[in-house]
């Protein structure tokens, strides 16, 4: 097994945390991982995004000019990297941050409402843990287990309360992707 996975958005919409928390859920299962972020300034606002390598076996390069899926949260996005999900791949999208949806017609498209869902919880920081339930549904490379030990290990212990929110959020997040 071996799935290579771009997740991009605006920075503060946690891209950079879920590629992170789906790298130590690898870790915590004894995988190979690589965890590249990109991003300078636009950090908090501007686009932000993370390659995540979760395999089997050594990662010979965590340089990729084409992914297996694409977590995909704003337009911008969208335009740079649809072209880059290899035939057959995965397109993940929220609809609250895309204008123009996806055309290729040589992979899965999949619509996820996250910002919807993270509001009707009341929590906008519920977010990124939406998306990523929806990405394990369809593409389960490690357990929801390991990411709840992935997030334990990726929070600041004050805010350990907030699992079993982050938890409900994934839970949340495979009900809700559907395909286009």
Request: aromatic share 6%; no cysteine; glycine share 10%.
């Amino acid at each position: 097994m071996k799935e290579e996975i771009i997740i991009a958005g605006f920075g503060g919409q946690g891209v950079l945390s879920m590629g992170k928390i789906l790298a130590y859920s690898g870790l915590m299962e004894g995988k190979e991982v690589s965890w590249m972020p990109a991003y300078g300034p636009e950090q908090r606002g501007g686009t932000a995004n993370v390659t995540v390598i979760v395999s089997d076996e050594r990662i010979s390069s965590p340089i990729l000019s084409k992914y297996d899926a694409a977590i995909i949260l704003n337009q911008p996005s969208l335009e740079k990297f649809e072209s880059r999900v290899k035939p057959g791949g995965i397109l993940i999208y929220d609809g609250y941050g895309i204008i123009d949806p996806p055309t290729r017609t040589d992979i899965q498209v999949y619509r996820i409402d996250a910002m919807d869902a993270a509001n009707e919880m009341k929590n906008a920081k519920a977010f990124n843990m939406i998306v990523l339930g929806g990405l394990l549904k369809l593409l389960p490379m490690v357990s929801i287990d390991s990411v709840l030990k992935g997030l334990k290990k990726t929070l600041p212990e004050r805010h350990h309360h907030l699992i079993p929110m982050n938890e409900a959020a994934i839970q949340k997040g495979m009900e809700l992707v559907s395909k286009i």
